[in-house]
């Protein structure tokens, strides 16, 4: 019987045993790359409510109540989108 083995190895460099290892602590995060999710994060929600309300249509024809959590949706994201823009340009120094 002949045992069948990977010729590579693991790919993941998660735990200390693999030749990666020092390459684990360059994969968080940085303090840079967490503000601008925190910045964005108004934005990912209103996005996220706004497929809530499109995915409980899918099933069913949109009544007036389903039209209308859709349009505030949408509208949460336009503004979230128009206050990300804004907020940016005033830590750029620019003009939105």
Known sequence: MEHIVTVQ???????????FADLADSMEP?????DAIELESPL????????????????RTPN????????????????AQRDLVNRTADVTGGAA
């Open 44 to 59: 990912i929600l209103a996005e996220v409510d706004l497929l809530d309300a499109q995915i409980i249509t899918l099933d």
């Open 9 to 19: 190895g693991i790919v993941t460099a998660s735990d200390d045993w693999t030749p």
């Open 30 to 34: 940085t303090d840079a790359e967490l």
């Open 64 to 79: 007036e109540v389903d039209a209308r959590r859709i349009r505030r949706a949408r509208n949460r994201v336009l503004a």
